[in-house]
């Protein structure tokens, strides 16, 4: 039976209860009513007009859509202008667009509630987002509320909901793979992210569920709501980043790592790349590696991520490290340095591994925090350098031992003057003390001895040492001492630091070599001969004492001549063996033996009783005195020179306070000094010393004629006065005394061969070692120190700048220790010299 165009105008809520069989009457008022409650005003806008319609019928069907807020939406509609039009010129248009715009669902107007399984959201059956639903129903799901549009008010049925919360996006998210589809099963029966079924970043959630993982929550926009289905993660905390952070190297990302990094959190360089770790978000327990990372690739499993924290951020490489960021602990057979894997100087290591040698601690830069890497040692102490500038040591950072035999010297392997040492090797001999650059710290290998006593010395300018730094040993008898038929006239084969060397070879700075016997200058001024090395036959006429030629108390004598006088029979040194020649006679140069155990101090001597007590006439005395001297060698006439404690006062107050030092002054002067002074001082004062003279450059800076005065009355007298300790200004040195030499040189003001205490003949001073002022200090470099504008001293801060040598002028135990240790150093640089002769008593 076909329907009239007056029933096809009707629409469903309109129609009579006689003409729908399966319903009654009340059920369609029923049905009616629930229509006239859920019409929506967007619904009643749905109509599309006809282009007949006028503007006042307009307003009037806009006036009359008003009344649906309270009379009800289906009468509404019904007894609109527009629809009233639409029956009276019968067009049926009007009603259709209205159904097509409230209800694009499947199905429309069959029955859904078995291909639905029951009422609710039912897209397989009515299409995405829609319902089935059944009019007036009171039990059905909240999504069939409100609906206005319906294809039938007697049986469920497919509509589309009205009310914004259910609705669903038909455009899927950017990313967002099977949008609207059920993912539940697709993704393991459990919601939340789904990269494989959803895409990556992507989740899989039900809309409202309040059990869904919580990733799922705040999501706005669903393809459907009836279903676990896939959608875009809403919440900042929960979105996932398509690449890695700028500046980083991930590979893998959003990649499972857990199976492949070894089941375990943490480092994963291999699969994640140098620097990089396998982490799983907001995992508790995990390597520290893995905390406070914003950036992930995945967030339901482990995946691979660049740490953040700095404390295990990953450096490129420094400059000399080999295999940056590899393994090395086989390579190495362990911890420590291994510069033939790592490089030169570096060392194998873990990134806090409390077991690895020192050279391990403190390292800022790694290239992998995951295993023992490569790395270079950051702590001075361990940290190696290259060779030395100036210095050409061979076989820099290699081992030596092996090809040296032995530690020390070893100029075969190392280059000449250089030694065969081990770091921090207490038991190594003194060229390898204080040495600070090291190619190698592992081993035993090639450096450069750092103390001034150890440097080694080019050729003499206007010196003619032949052979100068060969091994001198055989070609010279297998002796030490003069050697001029090998070394040259004048010049001598001696070792360095040998005490059975003899006399010549004692006091010599320059050295060629210092590990084996070589070829040198004797000090000239140590010998003091005149003519040295020169033929003195005929200027002496003969052999036997040439004062006149060769200076007092010396002789003219011939190496084996058995024909020369006695005085010839006890010579030290021979400077020639070629022809008779200037000589020291009566063994000058002999070094002088060491105060026996409970003797006195010199000027005393013991009493009836055995106790010392001073001496009851005037007395030999031999005791150490210092002078403080620029490296042009000093002159000993008229000269005030200073016990230890005495010179170390007069440096700290007037010397050390400026840069350069005052009076181009460079080393600490050692003599050995023998006094007798006249009995004339000792029975007219009962004292061994005159009172103190000052001199100014060989000058009585008292009044000549005071000077002059009391050397007319008592002779070439030495003076002493102790110093005071009491003046600010100068050091806290207990037992300071200052001494006056006077005359000196011609044997008839004072100084003279052997001191006898006659007016002209009080005292000797014999040459016995330096100290240079440097190697006290620790300044390695005069003018670099100068520039950098540092001081030894500064007399306002009390305490230096660059250097600390002297800091706290007035403290007695500073002083002391200042005192302790220049003897110290004189006794290892002169170890044949007794380290003490004892002090005389000053007692003025």
Not at 130 to 147: L, M, T, W
Not at 564 to 586: G, I, L, N, R, Y
Not at 643 to 658: D, E, F, I, K
Request: charged share 20%.
């Amino acid at each position: 039976m076909e329907r009239s165009d007056d029933e096809e105008l009707r629409p469903l809520t309109s129609r009579d209860p006689a003409e729908d069989g399966d319903a009654e009457a009340g059920d369609i008022d029923a049905d009616r009513a629930s229509a006239s409650r859920g019409l929506s005003r967007r619904s009643a806008r749905g109509v599309i007009l006809d282009e007949g319609y006028s503007p006042a019928s307009l307003r009037k069907g806009k006036a009359a859509l008003v009344l649906t807020l309270s009379a009800g939406f289906a009468t509404a509609i019904w007894n609109s202008p527009i629809m009233t039009s639409a029956r009276e010129r019968g067009n049926a248009a009007g009603v259709e667009v209205l159904a097509a715009a409230n209800g694009t669902a499947l199905n429309w107007g069959a029955d859904c509630y078995d291909a639905c399984g029951g009422a609710g959201g039912c897209h397989t059956f009515c299409g995405r987002g829609n319902a089935c639903c059944r009019f007036g129903s009171v039990e059905d799901p909240p999504e069939c509320g409100g609906i206005l549009a319906w294809g039938s008010l007697s049986y469920h049925t497919c509509v589309v909901p009205t009310n914004p919360v259910y609705r669903i996006e038909a455009d899927a998210d950017e990313g967002v793979r099977n949008w609207g589809e059920d993912c539940l099963d697709r993704c393991g029966n459990v919601s939340g992210y789904c990269p494989d079924f959803c895409g990556t970043g992507n989740v899989c959630c039900r809309w409202s569920s309040p059990y869904d993982a919580p990733e799922c929550a705040g999501i706005v926009r669903w393809g459907a709501k009836d279903r676990h289905t896939c959608v875009a993660v809403a919440l900042p905390l929960y979105k996932l980043a398509l690449a890695p952070p700028n500046g980083t190297a991930v590979t893998n990302w959003a990649q499972p790592c857990f199976a492949k990094c070894g089941n375990k959190s943490g480092f994963c360089e291999d699969v994640c790349g140098t620097g990089n770790a396998c982490c799983r978000w907001a995992r508790p327990f995990q390597p520290p590696e893995c905390g406070g990372i914003l950036h992930w690739g995945l967030k339901h499993t482990h995946t691979c991520v660049a740490p953040v924290r700095l404390h295990y951020g990953l450096e490129p490489a420094p400059p000399g490290v080999s295999h940056w960021g590899q393994g090395c602990f086989d390579e190495c057979g362990g911890a420590g340095y291994c510069q033939e894997h790592c490089g030169l100087g570096n060392a194998c290591c873990r990134f806090e591994a409390a077991g690895d040698p020192p050279e391990c601690s403190g390292i800022g830069a790694w290239g992998a925090k995951n295993r023992y890497t490569c790395v270079a040692p950051a702590s001075p102490a361990f940290v190696t350098a290259k060779a030395p500038e100036g210095r050409e040591v061979a076989h820099w950072g290699d081992e030596c031992m092996s090809a040296c035999n032995n530690s020390g010297f070893c100029r075969g392997f190392c280059g000449l003057g250089n030694a065969c040492c081990l770091f921090g090797e207490a038991s190594d001999p003194l060229e390898c003390q204080g040495i600070l650059q090291w190619g190698s710290k592992d081993r035993y290998t090639c450096v450069a001895p750092a103390s001034v006593a150890f440097e080694l010395a080019p050729k003499p300018l206007g010196a003619q040492v032949e052979h100068w730094a060969e091994d001198c040993w055989i070609l010279c008898g297998e002796r030490g001492g003069a050697c001029p038929q090998f070394c040259g006239k004048g010049n001598a084969c001696c070792r360095f630091g040998s005490t059975q060397d003899p006399a010549e070879c004692r006091g010599i700075l320059d050295w060629g070599s210092k590990e084996q016997h070589t070829c040198v200058r004797p000090t000239a001024p140590y010998l003091y001969v005149n003519h040295f090395a020169e033929d003195c036959w005929t200027p002496c006429k003969g052999a036997g004492f040439c004062d006149s030629w060769c200076g007092q108390g010396n002789a003219c004598c011939r190496f084996g001549n058995a024909d020369d006088p006695q005085e010839c029979k006890s010579v030290a040194f021979w400077p020639t063996h070629d022809t008779h020649t200037c000589v020291k006679a009566h063994g000058h140069l002999g070094v002088p033996a060491a105060p026996e155990p409970g003797s006195c101090r010199p000027g005393e001597d013991k009493d009836a009783a055995g106790k010392c007590a001073p001496a009851s006439s005037s007395t030999l005395m031999t005791f150490y005195l210092y002078q403080a001297a620029p490296d042009e060698y000093p002159s000993l006439q008229n000269v005030n020179l200073f016990n230890l404690q005495g010179a170390l006062m007069y440096l700290h107050r007037r010397v050390v306070t400026a840069c350069p030092r005052v009076g181009d002054t460079t080393r600490l002067i050692r003599y050995v000094v023998t006094v007798r002074n006249t009995n004339e001082l000792f029975t007219s004062t009962g004292r061994q010393f005159a009172p103190y003279v000052m001199f100014d450059q060989g000058m009585c800076s008292n009044s000549s004629a005071g000077c002059q005065g009391d050397y007319d009355k008592y002779g070439y007298v030495v003076g002493c006065q102790k110093a005071s300790n009491d003046d600010p200004a100068y050091g806290n040195y207990e037992d300071a005394v200052f001494y006056s030499l006077p005359g000196g040189g011609d044997g008839e003001r004072g100084e003279c061969l052997t001191p006898v205490g006659t007016r002209g003949c009080t005292w000797k001073a014999e040459y016995a070692g330096e100290l240079r002022l440097d190697e006290i200090t620790g300044i390695v470099d005069d003018a670099s120190f100068c520039k950098r504008g540092s001081v030894e001293y500064n007399e306002t801060l009390d305490r230096g700048s660059g250097v600390q040598f002297w800091d706290s002028r007035r403290n007695a135990t500073a002083c002391s220790r200042r005192v302790r240790y220049i003897k110290e150093l004189f006794s290892n640089r002169y170890p044949y010299y007794p380290s003490d002769l004892g002090q005389p008593l000053c007692s003025h």
